[in-house]
């Protein structure tokens, strides 16, 4: 009797978080179609998904752990996705009309400790990663997969923590274009008024 590995399937189905707007999910093995579409607000990790996985994406983050379908980010105005791109072929699968494709920078000592051991950017022992899409994608990043593997206890997420550093840069952040922009201009704005109070 051979065991089948959770990566290896597909445990949801198509279109799985349709217009979700908050919450989180973790799912070890892989999704169906259109998985994420239409996602405005929730936080996913996932092991794979087939074709246009986060279409038309306007907020929320997904974290893919395994390989994607084709036209991955079609239509993505908002939130962000991290996808494991462990053979370099994700951008082939990427449609990038309206995002682009970045590494993931690891943090630098003094804020990843700030993230394991208290500090500003801490809530409730976490660093909050829902704000801020612009920075600390490294320390959002290894919380997501952390959190993926305590809820689900995943071979993949085990296999990443255990030797993190060799499989940071194999991560790509999908970015969209006019949402980067935005948040850049909040910042200024922000900035702005804090200079004049």
Same mark, same amino acid.
């Given at each position: 009797?051979?065991?089948? $590995?959770?990566?290896?399937?597909?445990?949801? +189905?198509?279109?799985?978080?349709?217009?979700?707007?908050? +919450?989180?999910?973790? &799912? $070890?093995?892989?999704?169906?179609?259109?998985?994420?579409?239409?996602?405005? +607000?929730?936080?996913?990790?996932?092991?794979?998904?087939?074709?246009?996985?986060?279409?038309?994406?306007?907020?929320?983050?997904?974290?893919?752990?395994?390989?994607?379908?084709?036209?991955?980010?079609?239509?993505?105005?908002?939130?962000?996705?991290?996808?494991?791109?462990?053979? #370099?072929? &994700?951008?082939?699968?990427?449609?990038?009309?309206?995002?682009?494709?970045?590494?993931?920078?690891?943090?630098? #000592?003094?804020?990843?400790?700030?993230?394991?051991?208290?500090? #500003?950017?801490?809530?409730?022992?976490?660093?909050?990663?829902?704000?801020?899409?612009?920075? &600390?994608?490294?320390?959002?990043?290894?919380?997501?997969?952390?959190?993926?593997?305590?809820?689900?206890?995943?071979?993949?997420?085990? $296999?990443?923590?255990?030797?993190?550093?060799?499989?940071?840069?194999? &991560?790509?952040?999908?970015?969209?274009?006019?949402?980067?922009?935005?948040?850049?201009?909040?910042?200024?704005?922000?900035?702005?008024?804090?200079?004049?109070?």
């Amino acid at each position: 009797c051979q065991i089948d $590995r959770a990566e290896d399937n597909i445990i949801v +189905g198509n279109t799985v978080l349709y217009g979700a707007i908050k +919450g989180e999910c973790y &799912f $070890r093995g892989v999704a169906g179609e259109r998985f994420a579409v239409r996602n405005s +607000g929730a936080t996913a990790v996932v092991e794979g998904v087939g074709d246009h996985g986060c279409e038309y994406m306007t907020g929320g983050i997904v974290v893919v752990l395994g390989s994607t379908g084709r036209n991955f980010a079609a239509g993505m105005s908002g939130g962000i996705a991290y996808v494991l791109d462990e053979d #370099d072929t &994700f951008e082939q699968r990427c449609n990038l009309a309206m995002v682009e494709l970045e590494p993931i920078a690891a943090e630098d #000592d003094a804020l990843e400790s700030l993230a394991h051991q208290g500090g #500003d950017l801490e809530s409730h022992g976490r660093v909050d990663v829902s704000h801020d899409m612009t920075r &600390f994608d490294a320390i959002r990043l290894r919380q997501l997969v952390e959190s993926h593997l305590a809820h689900t206890g995943s071979a993949v997420a085990q $296999r990443v923590l255990d030797d993190w550093e060799n499989w940071l840069p194999k &991560f790509k952040k999908v970015m969209p274009v006019d949402y980067r922009r935005a948040l850049s201009e909040m910042q200024s704005e922000q900035e702005r008024t804090k200079s004049a109070a």
